[in-house]
């Protein structure tokens, strides 16, 4: 008997503290600011890395996390300028360079994921701008010659008496005051930022008149643009290409032979994209050429069948099966899925003898830096990441090996050039870091109320963690936590006496990685459409059945009750109409979502109204969680009608939005977003919602029709010119 | 040489005539305000206005815009940034924002023919405008909100 996996989200982010040496050092200036600093020293006061306060009251917050859209460009600045009591309209916010002091307080390197950057930024953004603070204060105090507790502060200004002073004017004297080493917080009751409707986004206002830049934006003299044949699939060699044609289109400069293919660089997209389309590479794919999806999915059925290696076992499953009044056997399959992020990637290198900086959006900074480093030879402080916001990302600027990255920095160095390479949309299609397929199978067992006591499970796909730089934690004796994530421990599975669930893990040559939600944008299907099936199995209500199920996990009942509630769960629909449910704990939050929907007579789905209930702990920007629950839903419910990656010969058939198609705006439903009101520690959000999604459709169907879909998408499209 | 008006600029670029017109204004002009998405017409995020008309400057040969007048989100008319840009903002729609130009330059032809567009005529208007975050009920609200204020200004 053994229960070798038992990892939460929460307990993962735990395990990795301890095993990577826990905090860093919050308080360090890192080096390229300090220089900025000599310039300007006698009217900047830096009190640390986070924040910079100018002689003209301005206040700059250096963010260590990236912003994709996912709103912590203002709830991190939200924590500081709270803190400090900022003028709210003089906060000026950047990404921050690549440096040890930006590391995350969890995972030990400069990375944004896993939705962790608010809660794992929640003390430390606060520290800053408290100790900010505390300086001011006491320079003011110093200058007035009164006690800092006669002193207050308010929208930018230290106040005592009559007597005020803006925080600018204070910059000489705070920055000769030594920085303390802890400051105490404020007390909640006093917030006057965290917590509040009213704050609008800081990054709007330039997303919006298009002043905002993203790496694809970046323009540097004689820069050339790389467009690279790319090697479809892994292992595949080149056989054959017209390296002429290419060169002879007008402003193609130079071809080069690179890791990953075939790089053409030219003056321009244009005739970059025309040398690409020239050089008409042939691959010889080896082995991969007998990827088919057909041919996948029996293999992940075989497998399945064969069995694997046990994440729990104990007690007696099977006996307790065979015992049990009510018996379910059923099986989940879902694709490959790619992230299609809006801004292609890109990537701009200009590499010198002492240094090689880089311009992207990227989540991982200090593994770009890494491998920067690795290809060029230089050390790891030459290597300058300039992050630019992310045009989406959706994990595709997440990824294990750097691989975009990796690849610019080769054209760079092999060239000689300073290069921006641009990934065309059949270059994202195509070219892999895809959501793994996955097959879960299950046999359960239900006692006379419909409780499961009996739980036999083998799930199949490929590792996402396993040789990426979180294996050691997430990957427990050869079973990869993620692949079964929120799986084993949710509440009404981790007590079950007689239970055996197994992992199969293929490793095929197909590349798979981060995509939103990671485990969870599968494993929550399985479970929520199991969990109808069983309700239905016992002639209970869905709801009824999961506050029976949740009974001992009081937030997600929470949740639950709350989205019945709002969605007035039970009152009579129209005819054709149904509601699905689907509730769980994801990143530490949980979501309870009810989709509202009808089928035609052909077969298509319309999703009318999704409610949705969040208990995400503390809502630091409560409308910037009503924004990612929103856009969850649209990528959960684009992921449930349409998002499938198959394979032909070892080649990807999906090009661009023609045939992988992304939700549009008629068919986004109404949303309804209701946040608990909470205390608790801050959760995350920017993946919390989005696996809910397809099981409340799915379930919503069956509950229209009678159908119950287990594989998903729900609705293929035709494929097109593919 | 190819003579250009853009944004009531007269330019001459050295470019082939079967450059699309979004590489033209983001390379050769540095108007990066107008975004590169799919270079197949199917995602929106690169829509300008060309004599008026909402094109996807990606597939659109800068041949074509020979004689006539481009105008990208840098160049959009008061009349018609002014509601958009301000109704964008009071609902707060942008997430990752790459996209959101694109959307409000094909909202600024709707608002432009239709004072008091239904979520129908939204739906039609905007519907070759992808946002993979999924802003849409923002992008349907800010457009309701951004025909109330034009209505009100005129």
């Not at chain 1, 009190?47 to 306060?53: C, D, K, Q, V, Y």
């Not at chain 1, 032979?257 to 025309?274: C, E, N």
């Not at chain 1, 929520?528 to 029976?548: G, Q, T, W």
């Not at chain 2, 989100?73 to 609902?91: C, H, N, T």
């Amino acid at each position: 008997m053994k229960q070798s996996g038992s990892i939460s989200r929460r307990q993962f982010i735990r395990s990795t503290a301890l095993t990577t040496g826990g905090l860093i050092i919050a308080f360090r200036v890192p080096a390229g600011i300090r220089k900025i600093t000599a310039l300007t020293e006698s009217n900047l006061f830096m009190p640390n890395a986070f924040l910079r306060i100018g002689a003209d009251d301005s206040v700059k917050i250096l963010l260590s996390h990236c912003e994709m859209g996912q709103g912590i460009w203002t709830s991190l600045s939200m924590l500081i300028a709270e803190e400090l009591d900022a003028d709210w309209h003089k906060l000026q916010v950047e990404h921050a360079p690549a440096d040890t002091a930006y590391y995350h307080t969890i995972y030990a390197t400069q990375r944004t994921g896993g939705s962790s950057s608010l809660y794992s930024e929640f003390e430390r953004y606060r520290k800053a701008g408290a100790t900010a603070r505390y300086l001011l204060v006491q320079a003011a105090a110093n200058r007035w010659k009164v006690n800092s507790n006669e002193c207050r502060t308010e929208n930018g200004y230290v106040i005592s008496g009559d007597k005020n002073v803006r925080y600018g004017e204070l910059v000489q004297e705070a920055s000769a005051l030594p920085v303390p080493a802890d400051v105490p917080l404020k007390d909640p009751a006093n917030w006057k930022i965290i917590g509040k409707q009213k704050i609008k986004k800081l990054d709007s206002p330039e997303k919006i008149n298009g002043k905002a830049v993203f790496g694809m934006d970046i323009q540097i003299a004689g820069m050339l643009t790389a467009i690279v044949s790319r090697v479809p699939v892994s292992g595949a060699s080149i056989t054959k290409y017209d390296e002429a044609a290419a060169m002879a289109v007008p402003g193609v400069r130079q071809l080069v032979k690179i890791p990953t293919g075939i790089a053409v660089l030219a003056d321009d997209f244009w005739a970059a994209k025309k040398g690409r389309d020239a050089l008409k590479v042939q691959w010889d794919l080896g082995e991969a050429s007998h990827i088919n999806s057909d041919s996948l999915l029996t293999e992940l059925r075989a497998r399945a069948d064969k069995g694997g290696i046990a994440a729990t076992d104990v007690g007696n499953p099977e006996e307790m099966f065979a015992k049990s009044k009510y018996k379910l056997e059923t099986e989940y399959y879902q694709p490959f899925l790619a992230q299609a992020p809006m801004e292609p990637l890109n990537c701009t290198v200009q590499l010198s003898a002492d240094k090689c900086e880089i311009w992207t959006g990227t989540q991982t900074q200090t593994d770009d830096q890494r491998a920067a480093s690795q290809i060029t030879g230089l050390p790891i402080n030459k290597v300058f990441i300039h992050t630019c916001f992310l045009g989406g990302s959706f994990g595709r600027r997440n990824i294990t090996r750097s691989d975009f990255v990796r690849e610019a920095v080769e054209i760079a160095k092999a060239t000689g050039k300073v290069v921006k390479t641009v990934w065309t949309r059949e270059d994202d299609i195509q070219g892999g870091m895809y959501r793994p397929a996955f097959l879960h199978r299950f046999k359960v067992g239900l006692d006379a109320n419909g409780m499961p006591v009996s739980w036999n499970q083998i799930s199949v796909g490929q590792s996402v963690m396993t040789g990426g730089p979180f294996e050691k934690v997430a990957v427990i004796n050869g079973v990869d936590m993620f692949s079964i994530e929120g799986m084993h421990t949710a509440p009404f599975v981790k007590n079950i006496k007689d239970q055996k669930i197994e992992l199969n893990t293929p490793t095929w040559p197909v590349l798979i990685d981060n995509w939103r939600a990671v485990g969870l944008s599968h494993t929550i299907f399985a479970m929520e459409s199991l969990i109808n099936e069983m309700a239905h199995a016992v002639k209970k209500d869905p709801v009824d059945y999961r506050r029976m199920l949740y009974k001992d996990a009081p937030r997600l009942l929470g949740v639950l009750n709350l989205a019945a509630e709002k969605s007035n769960w039970g009152t009579p629909l129209p005819k054709g109409r149904g509601k699905g449910i689907a509730a769980y704990e994801a990143v530490a939050s949980y979501v309870a979502l009810v989709a509202e929907v009808s089928v035609s007579k052909d077969g298509s789905v319309k999703v009318h109204k999704v409610t949705c209930a969040v208990d995400c702990g503390l809502a630091v920007h409560p409308d910037g969680v009503v924004a990612q629950m929103e856009g969850s839903i649209g990528y959960g419910l684009s992921t449930a009608l349409y998002s499938e990656i198959t394979f032909k010969n070892g080649y990807v058939q999906q090009k661009n939005f023609y045939n992988y198609p992304i939700l549009r705006i008629h068919e986004m439903p109404e949303v309804n977003t209701f946040i608990v009101p909470s205390n608790e520690k801050p959760g995350g959000i920017g993946e919390a919602s989005v696996g809910q999604m397809m099981p409340a459709v799915t379930n919503a169907i069956f509950a229209a029709t009678g159908k119950r879909i287990r594989n998903l998408p729900i609705k293929k499209v035709n494929t097109g010119t593919a | 040489m190819i003579q250009l008006k853009v944004n009531g600029k007269q330019y001459e670029v050295d470019v082939p005539p079967d450059m699309p017109i979004l590489w033209v204004i983001r390379e050769k002009l540095g108007l990066t305000g107008t975004k590169f998405g799919c270079g197949a017409a199917q995602c929106g995020a690169c829509t300008v206005h060309l004599d008026g008309q909402g094109i996807r400057s990606c597939i659109s040969p800068v041949s074509r815009a020979i004689g006539k007048e481009i105008v990208t989100i840098e160049g959009l008319q008061a009349s018609l940034s002014k509601p958009l840009m301000d109704a964008w903002l009071e609902i707060d729609v942008p997430q990752c924002g790459y996209c959101q130009t694109g959307q409000i330059m094909a909202a600024a032809i709707l608002l432009r023919e239709n004072n008091h567009p239904s979520d129908e005529d939204i739906d039609n208007a905007m519907s070759g405008n992808i946002c993979r975050c999924g802003t849409y009920q923002r992008i349907r609200k800010a457009i309701h909100l951004a025909a109330d204020i034009k209505r009100s200004a005129t």
